[in-house]
Structures are given as structure tokens and as C-alpha cells.
């Protein structure tokens, strides 16, 4: 109950955090795009290794290998573009969100971090697809960098829809 | 007797390379490119994965093509009539379908 808690009120931060900030700039989204992408390789990486179920376990590697693809894709648009990923408080907090979540995780074993992973998941990939909704597309100024995000999000999507079938199976 | 011989490789060298058509699609932004396609007996399919993560072709019992790479590609000749919904295992929200006449 008190690890829900934080999980949740890590999400109202990332949501408030998203919401009050002053809108990002191209610098700033690259930095979130990066960001966001990174922390969700550094849980999967965990699940690839600590998860009991073969289903969890591949879908942490499929994290590790779909979310350093996106990366790549981005720090080569980065640098075509000569934008230098700024940090900014929505990365902050993406990243403080991540580093609890994988401390969290270290900490379990079995199905209880099988299910904690995929729960997190569900809920990781809901709050990325409302910050690329309403911060990231909106915002984006140059349209190569707006064309990026908009082309990785079904991938997102793709995501959430696999880690609910995950999340519904091991709950039996 | 020579003639038909060699007759005979001609058609061995037409089944060899798939007597029927060829098809793309293209697998992008998470999309099949075409979603739905229409194919003869005999036709050849080819996907070719341009997202920057590995997909898979799959029809529940039917075919599936394990994971594809970045820039890889998978082929399927069509050989049975029918109707063949699959989707990719990896982003399941990622669908297409195949009518082989």
C-alpha cells in the first residue's frame, strides 16, 4: 500500500511537473524524449534479469531494445539538428521517478516484482503518452523532431496494450 | 527428349523463384504499409521492418515470423486461400491482413 503511494504521487509530480512548467523548448523535449526513453531501458533492464516469468522478462528485454532504438533515432536527429539536450524539471522528474522505481524493484523478488514491474509499466507508458500529448507534440517547433515523436508514439501504445495483456495474465 | 528436358527446367526455375507476384509492405511508425492486402496463390510477400525496433508478422496458427530486425526482412509465399488477420506480438495495437484468392 505505501509503495502504491509513492508510485502514484511519483506520477501526480511527473503530471504537475509537465503541467506547470512554463512550455519546453526543442532543447528541452529532445532532453524529456531521451530522458523518458532512458529510464524505462534502466527498469527493463532489471526485469530482463530479476523477472520470474519468461513473459515479463521478454517484455523487459523488448524495453531495453525498442526504447534504445527510439534513443538512437533521437540523438541522431539531436545532433543533425545541433540541439543540445537541455535538462529541465520534467526530465527531473522522470528521472527521480525512475531511480525510485528501480530501488523500489531491487528490493522485491518473484511475482511480487513481476507484478510491481508490470504494473509500473502500465502506468509509466500512460503517463508518457499524456506528456507526448499534451507537452511534447504541441509544443515541438522544429518538424523534424515533432515528426520523431509523433512516429514513435504507436510504439508507446503498442506498449501499454502489451504490458495490460501481461498484467491481466499473471494476475491469473 | 532434349527439349522437354530442358522445358522442364524452365518450369522448375519458374516455381523456384515464385511464379506470382511480389509484394511489399512496409513496416514504419508502427504501421503495416499497405494494412490490408489482396494476393494470388503463389504470390510472394515481403515485409520490410524501416522502424527503428524489431516487429514480428504473426496469424495465430497460421504463420508467424519471429522477430524481425532493424532493416531486416521476412517472406511469405502465399500457398493457401483465405483470409489471414495477424499482428505484431511486440505492439499488438500494430494490425494487417492478407487475402490470398
Known amino acids: 500500500m505505501k509503495h502504491r503511494i509513492a508510485v502514484v504521487s511519483g506520477f501526480l509530480l511527473l503530471a504537475a511537473g509537465v503541467a506547470c512548467a512554463q512550455a519546453p523548448n526543442d532543447a528541452q523535449i529532445a532532453h524529456i524524449v531521451v530522458t523518458a526513453n532512458q529510464v524505462d531501458i534502466d527498469a527493463g533492464k532489471l526485469a530482463e534479469s530479476k523477472a520470474s516469468s519468461s513473459d515479463v522478462k521478454a517484455f523487459g ?25 537541455e535538462d529541465n524539471p520534467t526530465s527531473q522528474s ?14 522485491l523478488s518473484g511475482a511480487a516484482f513481476d507484478k510491481a ?56 | 527428349m532434349r527439349i522437354a528436358a530442358a522445358l522442364g527446367l524452365v518450369l522448375i526455375a519458374g516455381f523456384a523463384h515464385g511464379a506470382g507476384t511480389t ?42 515470423s519471429g522477430s524481425i530486425g532493424v532493416d531486416r526482412r521476412w517472406t511469405l509465399v502465399a500457398r493457401k486461400a483465405g483470409h489471414y488477420a495477424y499482428l505484431c506480438t511486440l505492439h499488438p495495437n500494430m494490425q494487417g491482413s492478407v487475402d490470398v484468392e
Not at chain 1, 531495453?64 to 543533425?80: I, M, R, Y
Not at chain 1, 531511480?99 to 524493484?105: D, F, G, R, S
Not at chain 2, 510477400?45 to 516487429?55: R, S
Open chain 1, 61 to 85: 528485454k523488448q524495453m531495453v531494445t525498442d526504447h534504445s532504438g527510439v534513443n538512437q533515432q533521437a540523438v541522431a536527429l539531436a545532433t543533425k539538428l545541433k540541439v543540445t539536450p
Open chain 1, 94 to 107: 522522470l528521472k527521480t521517478g525512475g531511480a525510485e522505481n528501480v530501488k523500489k524493484l531491487s528490493g
Open chain 1, 117 to 172: 514491474y508490470v504494473d509500473h509499466e502500465v502506468a509509466y507508458h500512460e503517463a508518457v503518452l499524456a506528456a507526448i500529448d499534451k507537452t511534447l507534440i504541441p509544443n515541438a517547433k522544429n518538424e523534424e523532431l515533432k515528426a520523431l515523436i509523433v512516429k514513435v508514439r504507436p510504439a508507446f501504445v503498442g506498449h501499454l496494450e502489451h504490458a495490460k495483456m501481461i498484467q491481466a495474465k499473471i494476475k491469473g
Open chain 2, 23 to 64: 509484394h511489399l509492405v512496409v513496416m514504419d511508425g508502427v504501421k503495416y504499409e499497405p494494412a490490408s492486402l489482396r494476393v494470388k496463390r503463389g504470390d510472394t510477400i515481403v515485409w520490410v521492418n524501416k522502424d527503428p525496433f524489431p516487429h514480428t508478422v504473426t496469424a495465430k496458427g497460421q504463420f508467424d
